[in-house]
């Protein structure tokens, strides 16, 4: 069983930076398709960015374009979200998931974590 934990999460003021840290408990989950997906109260979950498990192929919500960027760590079974230039519109619970394809439909994951809470203040 893949235990996947974020961390990195809190309040930050409308402008500024916020990077989210997914560890996996599992080496496996280097060979996994990481994403990263939110939810806003009162909204359903949303992609926000995913990226291949070798790191070559990534894919962004239009939302998020040029200002998130997803990486990973596969030597320390971490995958990251930098988030810039946040706004209150960015809001939510942020969640990282894993997944033996590569896609940017929640329904394709079937490793999630808790999430964690970004609040960004105006």
């Known amino acids: 069983q893949v235990h996947l934990v974020e961390s990195g999460g809190g309040l930050v003021q409308t402008g500024g930076s916020m990077r989210l840290s997914c560890a996996a408990s599992?080496?496996?989950?280097?060979?996994?398709?990481m994403g990263w997906f939110r939810q806003a109260p009162g909204k359903g979950r949303e992609f926000v960015a995913a990226?291949?498990?070798?790191?070559?192929?990534?894919d962004y919500a239009e939302s998020v374009k040029s200002r998130f960027t997803i990486t990973r760590d596969n030597a320390k079974n971490t995958a990251y979200l930098q988030m810039n230039s946040l706004n209150p519109e960015d809001t939510a619970i942020y969640y990282c998931?894993?997944?033996?394809?590569?896609?940017?439909?929640?329904?394709?994951?079937?490793?999630w974590g808790q999430g964690t809470q970004v609040t960004v203040s105006s």
């Open positions: 998931a894993g997944a033996s394809v590569y896609s940017t439909a929640a329904e394709a994951y079937n490793h």
């Open positions: 599992e080496r496996t989950v280097r060979t996994y398709n």
């Open positions: 990226i291949s498990w070798t790191g070559g192929e990534v």
